[in-house]
T-cell receptor
Framework: NAGVTQTPKFQVLKTGQSMTLQCAQD?????MYWYRQDPGMGLRLIYY???????DKGEVPNGYNVSRLNKREFSLRLESAAPSQTSVYFC????????????FGPGTRLTVT | GIQVEQSPPDLILQEGANSTLRCNFS?????LQWFHQNPWGQLINLFY???GTKQNGRLSATTVATERYSLLYISSSQTTDSGVYFC?????????FGTGTSLTVIP
């Protein structure tokens, strides 16, 4: 099992450009999450998908959109990137039915100039 | 949202020393997890411990949910223990992280 995978690993964007971060999990987990991590801080939840077909806002949703494509895949879209969105983005998943233990992907380092 | 405070923010240990990291949270929660973020940025699951005590080798953790805190114990520290330790908690699908304890173990 690969666990949680993310693409790309690194990305540089210019202000105003758009991009989509991809996440996939092969653990048959129900829920998936997107976080951002800024220097010296813990992770903050952007959006989550409790189950296929549903998405909800987390703590810092502004400037982002998400799509739960199927049970395995959850994407994060930046429609018009801003320098304030420079961060490391992590995707995570959890079973939920018996446990809320989360498993994280390796992260995507995004720089917006 | 739930406030999560970790202490100490920074810790420097001599190899072989023991340490205790603390996580306080502001509200009732139904999950708690400890992670180690290694120098390459990877988040490694240490413990999922919404209540009670667990041990895994040199590491152990205790959560007292009624008193809203959790402790992570590291014994006989090694240089490979260096990195940032995060506590994560929440209720339902809303998860909150503390700002971490940065641990440096020197040989």
């Amino acid at each position: 099992n690969a666990g949680v995978t993310q693409t790309p690993k690194f990305q540089v964007l210019k202000t105003g450009q758009s991009m989509t971060l991809q996440c996939a999990q092969d653990m048959n987990h129900n829920s998936m999450y997107w976080y951002r991590q800024d220097p010296g801080m813990g992770l903050r939840l952007i959006y989550y998908s409790a189950s296929e077909g549903t998405t909800d806002k987390g703590e810092v949703p502004n400037g982002y959109n998400v799509s739960r494509l199927n049970k395995r895949e959850f994407s994060l879209r930046l429609e018009s990137a801003a320098p304030s969105q420079t961060s490391v983005y992590f995707c995570a998943s959890t079973m939920v039915r018996w446990t809320y233990e989360q498993y994280f992907g390796p992260g995507t380092r995004l720089t917006v100039t | 949202g739930i406030q999560v405070e970790q202490s100490p923010p920074d810790l420097i240990l001599q190899e072989g020393a023991n340490s205790t990291l603390r996580c306080n949270f502001s509200d009732s929660v139904n999950n708690l997890q400890w992670f180690h973020q290694n120098p390459w940025g990877q988040l490694i699951n240490l413990f999922y411990i919404p209540s009670g005590t667990k041990q895994n080798g040199r590491l152990s953790a205790t959560t007292v949910a009624t008193e809203r805190y959790s402790l992570l114990y590291i014994s006989s520290s090694q240089t490979t223990d260096s990195g940032v330790y995060f506590c994560q908690t929440g209720a339902g699908n809303q998860f909150y992280f503390g700002t971490g304890t940065s641990l440096t173990v020197i040989p």
